[in-house]
């Protein structure tokens, strides 16, 4: 499954804000976006939120934005 994510890098606190207007995850992070600081720091917390290994979790575009497309493993359906 693929996710847009909006991040905001130098906050006070690092969290999952809720979802923006147009469907994509806003969060914040504490890390500044320096040698791929919040970019590791948004895959951890990715990993806790949706409690994931933080293996499965990649970022396929934006890492050097703040609109990034992240790709989570696709959760089985129950039938």
Request: charged letters at 30%; aromatic letters at 2%; glycine letters at 6%.
């Amino acid at each position: 499954m693929k996710l847009r994510v909006k991040v905001k890098p130098r906050s006070a606190h690092s969290r999952v804000r809720g979802v923006d207007n147009d469907g994509s995850l806003l969060v914040e992070l504490q890390s500044a976006p320096v040698d791929g600081a919040a970019n590791a720091e948004l895959i951890k917390l990715l990993t806790q939120y949706f409690s994931l290994p933080k293996t499965s979790i990649r970022i396929t575009s934006g890492a050097a934005a703040r609109v990034k497309t992240v790709q989570l493993p696709d959760r089985e359906r129950d039938q």
